[in-house]
């Protein structure tokens, strides 16, 4: 993998260098935790550091600023830049503590978006991204954030990301939240950041609770079930398999 630097003004690449080479760097020991257990055979050519603007308005129109491309990862390092989209996301809502959260995060809750962009490339997921499949979208977005949080988090940043979460779900659920999770990004790219990110909290969650509550923990076991599922032709929707299953 290559690291790309794209941006319009000179001096910006040297503000964010530091946290570009951080983040590739700490990606080569995730990348071999994919390889040695989630089926990880073939990586991206490389990564596109840019800014925010660039992600968002230039390279796509997807409003959050990382995101995989065949096979090119394009993201922001800059972490001031993340704290503002996440604040962004709470809509003014009066919540002090998760306002905090997002406004102390570290780096290492940035290598875990660039992490889950890398999951993505796992062949344990079905399709790949020429699929026009819809159905099972929920479950590989909430993969490719509980793996690497798994991975790359401390048990205390662990818990405390997908609490927070969790209180965003109740928060907006009533105004976000009138749709099945089968319908993966119903409101996507269209309504407000919220409005997007609602659809990740809870696939998150979902997966979160398929594999520590219904699988005692096994992710392979999740997998092997998921799997399972597209054998079968997909009769029946992903979590309701899931649930009869285990």
């Known amino acids: 993998m290559k690291q790309v ?36 055979s073939q990586v991206p050519k490389g990564v596109v550091w840019t800014s925010e603007d660039l992600v968002t308005s230039f390279f796509s129109n997807i409003p959050i600023p990382a995101f995989t491309k065949q096979d090119v990862i394009y993201m922001t390092p800059d972490v001031d830049e993340w704290k503002k989209l996440f604040i962004r996301q709470l809509e003014d809502k009066g919540l002090p503590h998760i306002h905090s959260f997002y406004n102390n995060l570290s780096i290492e809750h940035i290598l875990v978006i660039l992490a889950h962009e890398l999951t993505h490339h796992s062949d344990l997921f079905l399709g790949d991204f020429d699929d026009d499949r819809e159905d099972d979208y ?81 992710i392979q076991h999740i997998f092997t079930l998921y799997r399972n599922w597209d054998f079968e032709g997909r009769k029946i929707p992903l979590r309701e398999y899931f649930l009869k299953q285990l």
């Not at 260098?17 to 020991?29: E, G, I, V």
């Not at 659809?199 to 520590?212: A, C, I, P």
């Open 5 to 40: 630097f794209a941006f319009e003004k000179e001096d910006k690449v040297k503000d964010i260098k530091d946290n570009a080479h951080y983040l590739f760097n700490a990606l080569k020991s995730y990348r071999k935790i994919l390889e040695d257990n989630y089926s990880l």
């Open 138 to 218: 929920w479950f590989e977005e909430g993969m490719c954030f509980y793996i690497p949080r798994k991975h790359l988090l401390s048990e205390k940043d662990f818990q405390e990301v997908f609490q927070v979460e969790n209180e965003l779900v109740n928060v907006f659920s009533e105004k976000y939240g009138g749709h099945s999770i089968e319908d993966f990004g119903y409101n996507s790219y269209e309504g407000s950041l919220a409005s997007i990110m609602f659809d990740y909290w809870r696939s998150s969650l979902l997966v979160k609770n398929l594999v520590e509550e219904r699988a005692h923990g096994d």
